[in-house]
T-cell receptor
């Protein structure tokens, strides 16, 4: 079983649409959860952390369900600039005095004019 | 401010040739450093991490090795490249504020022919 699984995508949506990404993780001991954004041929960058109570940052809303080991990201009123690949990321203890991130394969979003 | 540099940005190498990729970090001391590879159509795979000078942990058996000769320098090497070593190589470190965001370098795009 893959450690972090995401919708395969790609998602092609018109401007202004609402789009939702889902993610599941296999390690119940995972400590923290994130969504990263990766533009084409660029490095990933943190979009937002995901908290159990749910959190919102402008048009972006993230949810976490620890019991189901499920994470989601909702983007409202999609903009052309939202086009990118969205990576679901889970943090765990490396057991060697550090932490490790495990990345999903990512879901590509294309927002169409 | 914290910055991370990688070079070269792009590299085309023949099968069987050696490899050396360099990563340096500024604005932080004793960082935990990471090497990832992102192959076409695949997610980020953690290759190595280092919690200090001379300390290397390997995540997957492979054709590559890593070294940390200085506190803020992390090197990825190979004696003989394989076709399967092609990919986008990313170096990363944890931000100063907490273990809640990894910052990535701009990456090296390696093509092995």
């Amino acid at each position: 079983r893959k450690e972090v699984e995401q919708d395969p995508g790609p998602f092609n949506v018109p401007e202004g649409a609402t789009v939702a990404f889902n993610c599941t993780y296999s390690n119940s001991a995972s400590q923290s959860f994130f969504w990263y954004r990766q533009d084409c041929r660029k490095e990933p960058k943190l979009l937002m952390s995901v908290y159990s109570s749910g959190n919102e940052d402008g048009r972006f809303t993230a949810q976490l369900n620890r019991a189901s080991q499920y994470i989601s990201l909702l983007i409202r009123d999609s903009k052309l600039s939202d086009s990118a690949t969205y990576l679901c990321v889970v943090k765990g203890d490396s057991g060697a005095g550090s932490y490790q991130l495990t990345f999903g394969k990512g879901t590509k979003l294309s927002v169409i004019p | 401010s914290q910055t991370i540099h990688q070079w070269p940005a792009t590299l085309v190498q023949p099968v069987g040739s050696p490899l050396s990729l360099e990563c340096t970090v500024e604005g932080t001391s004793n960082p935990n450093l990471y090497w990832y590879r992102q192959a076409a159509g695949r997610g980020l795979q953690l290759l190595f991490y280092s919690v200090g000078i001379g300390q290397i942990s390997s995540e997957v058996p492979q054709n590559l090795s890593a070294s940390r000769p200085q506190d803020r320098q992390f090197i990825l090497s190979s004696k003989k490249l394989l076709l399967s070593d092609s990919g986008f190589y990313l170096c990363a470190f944890w931000g100063l504020s907490s273990y809640n965001e990894q910052f990535f370098g701009p990456g090296t795009r390696l093509t092995v022919l």
